[in-house]
C-alpha cells in the first residue's frame, strides 16, 4: 500500500496555461485607446514619443483622416502594430506630456490673472508682486502697465498689455530655471 502512494505522488500533472481571452481583449483595448490618444497629438509631440519609425508613419497617417471607418482600420492597424512593443514607456511619455500641457495651462491663466490685477486700480498689486518676484524691473513694469492702462483708456491696440504679458511669462520662465538648478 504505501508503494502506491508514492507513485501517485511522483507524478505530477501539466496543464498547459492558456492566457485569458478576455485579458488579452482588455489589453488590446488599452492599446487601441492609447493609439487613438497619440492620434490626438502635435506632430512634435508624437515625434518625442519615439516611437518605430513604421509606427510613427502609420500614426501621422492616421491624424490626417476623418473618424470614419478609414481611421478605424487605421487605428486597429497601429493597435497591432504596438502590441509587439513596449507600451508602459510610451504611457509613461504620453502622461508626461499631458503633464506639461496641464502645468502650461494653469501658468497661462496664473499670469492672465496678474495681468488683469495690474490693469486694475489696485495700487497693492504691483508691491505684492515685486516681492514675490525680486528679480522683476518695477520701473519697466511700471511704464508697462501705464502704457497699456493708456491704450485701453484711448481704445488703442494692446501693444502694451502684450508686452506686459510677456514680461511676465519671461519672469516666471527664468524663476522656474532658477528653481530646476
Not at 497619440?38 to 491624424?63: F, K
Not at 478609414?70 to 502622461?95: N, W
Not at 498689486?125 to 511700471?142: C, I, K
Amino acid at each position: 500500500m504505501s508503494e502506491l502512494i508514492e507513485t501517485d505522488q511522483e507524478e505530477e500533472q501539466t496543464w498547459a496555461i492558456r492566457p485569458n481571452k478576455s485579458q488579452i481583449k482588455r489589453d488590446i483595448s488599452a492599446i487601441g485607446g492609447l493609439c487613438e490618444e497619440i492620434t490626438q497629438l502635435a506632430p512634435a509631440q508624437i515625434e518625442r514619443l519615439g516611437l518605430p519609425e513604421n509606427i510613427q508613419a502609420a500614426i501621422m497617417e492616421a491624424t490626417k483622416m476623418p473618424a470614419k471607418a478609414a481611421r478605424k482600420r487605421q487605428l486597429k492597424f497601429i493597435t497591432g502594430l504596438m502590441r509587439k512593443i513596449d507600451v508602459e514607456s510610451i504611457q509613461e511619455q504620453l502622461d508626461k506630456i499631458k503633464t506639461k500641457s496641464v502645468h502650461a495651462t494653469r501658468e497661462l491663466h496664473q499670469l492672465e490673472r496678474w495681468r488683469e490685477r495690474f490693469l486694475s486700480d489696485d495700487k497693492q498689486v504691483l508691491t505684492e508682486f515685486l516681492a514675490q518676484n525680486p528679480g522683476a524691473d518695477a520701473q519697466y513694469l511700471r511704464q508697462l502697465i501705464r502704457n497699456a492702462k493708456k491704450e485701453i483708456a484711448n481704445e488703442k491696440p494692446p501693444k502694451s498689455s502684450r508686452l506686459l504679458f510677456r514680461y511676465l511669462r519671461e519672469l516666471l520662465e527664468s524663476e522656474a530655471d532658477k528653481v530646476e538648478d
